[in-house]
Nanobody, 118 residues
Framework: QVQLVESGGGLVQPGGLLRLSCAAS????????MGWYRQAPGKERELVAT???????NYADAVKGRFAISRDNAKNTVYLQMNNLKPEDTAVYYC????????????WGQGTQVTVSS
């Protein structure tokens, strides 16, 4: 089992920034990819970004150029720097682990709310 604990969500104005963090513990492999998905009200859960242990990344088109994913392998922690936030970024953000950056997640965190509103 893998436990994922997210932090860093909150309320921010359009154009603002937030940084999400997620610490993984348990039976996580150093080769596992880590990432973020999100789910807005009334919508399906969707990919935001994933990162491999070697630093390869995969981003959704909607966040390219605004969001940056990174990880600290020694701490089993993944980060999501979100810049120039838009109201349509409002969602619950979930931390994930998977076998690869293009592979559907095996484990999910409980989620952290991000609200972009003036």
């Amino acid at each position: 089992q893998v436990q994922l604990v997210e932090s860093g969500g909150g309320l921010v104005q359009p154009g603002g920034l937030l940084r999400l963090s997620c610490a993984a513990s348990g039976s996580i492999f150093s080769s596992d990819a880590m990432g973020w998905y999100r789910q807005a009200p009334g919508k399906e859960r969707e990919l935001v970004a994933t990162v491999s242990s070697g630093g390869s990344t995969n981003y959704a088109d909607a966040v390219k150029g605004r969001f940056a994913i990174s990880r600290d392998n020694a701490k089993n922690t993944v980060y999501l720097q979100m810049n120039n936030l838009k109201p349509e970024d409002t969602a619950v953000y979930y931390c994930t682990t998977s076998r690869g950056i293009y592979t559907y997640p095996d484990y999910w965190g409980q989620g952290t709310q991000v609200t972009v509103s003036s």
